[in-house]
């Protein structure tokens, strides 16, 4: 059976600005993801599966600080990480996603890192954004934040 994990990186410029995905559905809906995407079989941990993920999405290189939340959902599970991202190139991104029309449009943004804008941005998942802003409205440095993989 596949696996329905998905991973997702909240990505930290050296600049200390937040790199995600602004989507634009078909329907018009507009919202913004952090990148990666699904645990593949052949992934040997869910860091791996984060690397090639954004290595698809963003051609990014990163280096995984911690394992900050995760999403429960009954169908699956969704493993958000913070990491700080050295380097990216969106244009050079490859995968099924970007090559279908239909699934919409995808654009990279570099987003300052303060609670005016992440709340005012439509994040998904909500308990992500959620988790962010609690920290940036209580001063609450993310790379402080427990990592959920020794607890």
């Known amino acids: 059976m596949m696996s329905t994990d998905r991973v997702r990186a909240l990505l930290i410029t050296s600049a200390n600005e937040l790199l995600m995905i602004k989507r634009i559905r078909t329907d018009g809906q507009v919202y913004w993801v952090l990148p990666g995407g699904g645990v593949d079989s052949g992934d040997a941990t869910p ?4 690397v090639r993920e954004l290595h698809e999405e963003l051609v990014a290189t990163i280096e995984i600080h911690s394992l900050v939340h995760i999403v429960e959902r009954s169908e699956r599970r969704e ?12 244009g050079d991104r490859y995968g099924l996603e970007f090559s279908d029309p239909e699934r919409g449009e995808y654009h990279v943004e570099v987003l ?28 609450i440095d ?10």
Do not use: N, Q
Request: proline content about 6%; cysteine-free; hydrophobic content about 45%.
């Open 142 to 151: 993310l790379f402080e934040l427990p990592d959920l993989r020794s607890v």
């Open 47 to 50: 860091e791996s599966a984060l």
């Open 112 to 139: 300052p890192l303060t609670a005016e804008k992440i709340g005012s941005l439509d994040i998904k998942p909500d308990e992500v954004r959620e988790l962010v802003l609690h920290a940036l409205r209580h001063g």
């Open 79 to 90: 493993f958000v990480y913070l990491a700080r991202v050295s380097s990216w190139s969106f």
